[in-house]
């Protein structure tokens, strides 16, 4: 069978659901355990930072759950910067958590180092639940055919852009990789100090939205292989279009070569970006940054090359079960608890980031706010993941794409020869045991 990763679909209806039947009661899901919790305890893992006020955030929640079930909860923050290391650690020793946010990369190969608990049954048993995921993180949540990850929150990558530089030219948001030429080589006449569309070399995640905007895919798998697919003739016109944004139309810069989207956005606070892909959790930290760009910043979704919306990765996490708790029916209880309902939308709404159920995104979906509307449009019309198998870390570790963009930048291998190495890495570490 022949598998690819899919854009999320469109929320259709589904988005005017209500998630009432999600909102409480205990799971009679088949699974071992009650979730009863009197005089129990649940010990959970947050990575810390996503949320700058999380104390007030964690207290209520535990309350909640404290009120629904009779048992209390441990919540402690860990820094994403060692928690991969403590997860390998802790899942060798049988130390994990009960429950804990999983990283979109992470889920599958806890996964398949059998150190989760399958969520299926439990989403299953409510109501209307498993139809209001988001697609895109739900597929990075699923391992050989089950659920390990239950979606909890995501960002999603859209054009950000210059609102007032975009007026004094008379230029309007790009809706097709020709109106992003167009406005690129107006913004470079008329404003030679600013970088129209900088290429920043060191950000995997900017690379993948021109892949899939041209109707190439990252890797498929088929049967038991995968085969990665940046050097097939759509990946390459993808890849050869962002790339000439910088070699060919001279809107980036020789220093964006090395640089992080962290160096991207310090970048366009400082007034010299006039376009760029960033998050949708950025645009406040833009503004908080320099005041300045208060009412100067726009957003719009990434367009295919002739128009729609480019797939753009989701960035987020998971709510994971590991299999040393002692109640998975009162850990489900509580990884419902905090990505539905009211604490979904109330961490979304002190985050940034969207929640991971489509019903708590009315709001979002509903916004005329310039800079949601277009990230909300995006996450639900073109969210998209990396290849979700264990292996993918490998290939993050190695930065084969990263790799791979920095040699055509610094004109060290032409995209052919480039995407040519860049897949036939891919494919090895995607394929080894």
């Known amino acids: 069978m022949h ?20 909102a409480g009661g205990a799971t009679d ?5 009650s979730a009863d919790g009197e005089g129990q305890e649940l010990t959970v893992w947050i990575m810390k930072g996503t949320n700058p006020d999380a104390t007030a955030f964690y207290d209520k929640v535990s309350e909640a759950f404290e009120d629904e079930t009779g048992a209390t909860v441990t919540i402690e923050e860990i820094q994403w910067a060692d928690a991969h290391d403590r997860f390998v650690t802790s899942i060798a020793g049988g130390t994990t958590p009960d429950v804990a946010e999983t990283g979109t990369t992470w889920t599958a190969e806890f996964a398949d180092a059998g150190a989760l608990e399958p969520l299926d049954e439990y989403v299953d ?30 960002g999603v990558r859209s054009i950000v852009y210059r609102t007032d530089v975009f007026e004094e030219l008379g230029l309007e948001a790009p809706k097709t990789w020709d109106d992003i030429v167009t406005a690129g080589e107006a913004i470079k006449a008329a404003k030679p100090e600013m970088l129209p569309f900088p290429v920043a ?15 190439g895919e990252i890797a498929t798998q088929d049967g038991g292989e995968w085969t990665s697919e940046l050097d097939s003739s759509e990946s390459q016109a993808g890849i050869e279009f962002y790339t000439g944004l910088a070699t060919q139309h001279g809107f980036s810069s020789a220093g964006a070569t090395t640089w992080k989207e962290t160096d991207l956005r310090d970048a366009f606070t400082q007034g010299n970006v006039a376009m760029m892909l960033s998050g949708s ?8 940054a320099n005041p300045d760009l208060e009412g100067k910043i726009g957003a719009a979704v990434i367009p295919g090359e002739d128009g729609g919306i480019a797939p753009s990765v989701l960035g987020g996490s998971h709510l994971s079960v590991f299999n040393t708790t ?9 990884v419902k608890l905090m990505s539905t309902g009211e604490f979904a939308e109330q961490w979304s709404n002190e985050t940034g980031y969207f929640p991971g159920v489509q019903s708590a995104m009315e709001e979002a979906l509903a ?3 310039p800079l949601v509307a277009p990230f909300a449009e995006q996450m639900v019309d073109g969210g998209a993941s990396v290849p979700v198998t264990p292996n993918f870390g490998a290939v993050q570790a190695k930065k084969t794409t990263n790799s791979m963009i920095q040699a055509i930048l610094s004109g060290q291998k032409d995209v052919e020869t480039a995407t040519k190495d860049a897949a036939a890495e891919m494919t090895e570490l995607l394929n080894q045991k």
């Not at 002692?326 to 509580?334: S, T």
């Open 125 to 154: 048993a409510e109501k209307g639940l498993r139809d209001d995921l988001v697609e895109g993180l739900a597929v990075a949540g699923t391992y050989e055919d089950e659920l390990y990850g239950m979606p909890w929150y995501a």
């Open 29 to 33: 899901s088949g699974n071992s355990g």
């Open 281 to 288: 959790w950025t645009p406040k930290a833009l503004i908080e």
């Open 201 to 215: 070399g060191d950000a995997e995640f900017q690379v993948y939205p021109w892949v899939w905007g041209a109707g």
């Open 3 to 22: 598998k690819r990763i899919l854009p999320v679909v469109a929320l259709g209806a589904a988005a005017t659901l209500g998630l009432a039947a999600c």
């Open 367 to 369: 916004s005329t706010d």
């Open 326 to 334: 002692k109640n998975a029916d009162l850990a489900w209880e509580f």
